[in-house]
């Protein structure tokens, strides 16, 4: 097996791209390795702590000989950064998906092309600073199904904004040194799995593609080629190893992704630093913000409006909608702080709700007895459609009084749509919003 390396600088010989090219048998194979950390961050040092700063409960006699938060089932799957040196990305990413399950949050697969195409104060894929965990102090992370990885293809931040954000919040940011072994236990112990930054050294990728399943990584010889970030997700104490998560795909000397990374056994100083951070969840969002996300997590846009963009009490509202493609149709409406909707299409008048391409929905329509007129109180009102490929008929669910003529539905009945129609990506929506002044 014949390896040679052609190196190219990115940024500073920080943010690296390594092709391995090798015969095996007569057929040839290339293989890319990316990194792109740039190294501790000019605030690292305000942000330092120490294990009794992290967790002044936890001592060095408490902390167990080994730890793997895979045990405990809160590390979701390795990921393939390719040719983007976004390391620093899929680190943070990795780090986020782990707290969610921490806070008894379901597993989630979120985006890395978030942070290489909004965090203004990275460099994308020439690179970036652990202080992107920061980012989500004010944001909601957003999932990988809706913001996908573009790998090294440009992606500028407006392309994602019909993105819904999720209801975690990054706090309590801080740093370590890498070579404080107690202050390293001790955060990923307390806070979960941490952004690790370690130099890749020449001798590195040979290990990688050849070292044995449990073997240590030990720097002994090559340059120093630039930094990457990994998540740290456990330790050995009698491996004297971090246990870490890389994003080269499931590769390595284990085959699944991981790697075991000595604590200080090289020749050069090869961990550089890490940092950590705890996740919180916001509070829940309102009834109307969840209808807002669901309308823009849309697989297609619908058309709805009203006659008029404002009322007054007692004026007689209208609501037009054009039907693009056949499916089961959905017109509901709420106010800002209703805790539940009104359905208004189907109703009484119109009790079955399937609709062909180019039909045009009206409330009221000329067949119906009852005037559409604003009522109090006054204010603003959301009025959304949803059109799904699979059966469902909110004004019929749990339908009791065949008299009424709009049903009224608590939050729990979006579910409903959620299962029928988002989890599939076969619903198309649309919405607008009014005022009773």
């Known amino acids: 097996m014949k390896f040679y390396y052609n190196l190219f600088s990115c940024i500073a010989l920080i943010s690296l791209i390594i092709f391995a090219s090798f015969n095996n048998a007569g057929s040839q194979e290339v293989v890319e390795y990316s990194f792109g950390y740039w190294g501790p961050a000019p605030d690292f040092e305000k942000n330092l702590l120490t294990s009794k700063e992290i967790n002044p409960g936890m001592t060095k006699d408490l902390l167990p000989l080994r730890f793997d938060w895979r045990d405990k089932g809160y590390v979701t799957e390795v990921k393939n950064q390719r040719e983007c040196g976004g390391c620093w990305a899929f680190t943070c990413v990795g780090a986020i998906e782990s707290k969610i399950m921490m806070l008894d949050g379901p597993k989630m697969d979120l985006s890395e092309q978030q942070l290489i195409s909004c965090d203004n104060q990275m460099g994308g894929c020439k690179g970036g600073y652990a202080t992107a965990l920061r980012y989500w102090h004010n944001k909601g992370p957003v999932t990988e199904r809706c913001a996908s990885y573009r790998n090294t293809k440009p992606t500028p931040c407006s392309q994602l904004k019909g993105c819904s954000e999720l209801d975690y919040r990054t706090t309590g940011f801080y740093t370590f040194h890498g070579y404080t072994v107690e202050a390293v236990k001790t955060s990923l112990l307390t806070d979960g799995p941490a952004f690790l930054g370690f130099y890749i050294y020449e001798d590195f990728i040979p290990w990688w593609r050849n070292g044995k399943k449990g073997e240590v990584y030990k720097q002994r010889n090559g340059k120093n080629m630039g930094g990457h970030a990994v998540l740290l997700i456990g330790y050995d104490n009698d491996k004297q190893a971090w246990l870490c998560k890389n994003s080269w795909g499931k590769t390595g ?152 003529l709009f049903q009224t539905i608590t939050p729990s009945e979006l579910k409903a749509l959620v299962v029928t129609g988002k989890q599939k990506n076969t619903y198309g929506a649309g919405m607008f919003i009014t005022e009773v002044k």
């Open 253 to 404: 000397p284990n085959k699944d992704g991981t790697f075991w990374l000595s604590f200080n056994e090289h020749r050069n100083n090869v961990i550089i630093a890490g940092a950590n951070c705890k996740l919180v969840k916001k509070n829940p969002l309102g009834l109307w913000e969840k209808i807002e996300n669901l309308v823009n997590d849309a697989s297609f846009k619908m058309s709805i409006r009203a006659n008029k963009s404002s009322y007054r009490i007692g004026d007689t509202l209208t609501i037009t909608c054009n039907v693009a493609q056949k499916g089961y149709l959905n017109i509901i409406s709420l106010q800002q702080d209703d805790d539940r909707y009104t359905v208004l299409f189907p109703n009484q008048y119109h009790p079955e709700n399937l609709v062909n391409a180019g039909k045009q929905i009206m409330i009221p329509d000329d067949s119906d007895d009852f005037d559409f007129e604003a009522q109090p109180p006054k204010g603003k009102s959301l009025f959304a459609v949803f059109l799904t490929n699979e059966p469902l008929n909110l004004y019929k669910k749990e339908l009791e009084d065949t008299d009424t």
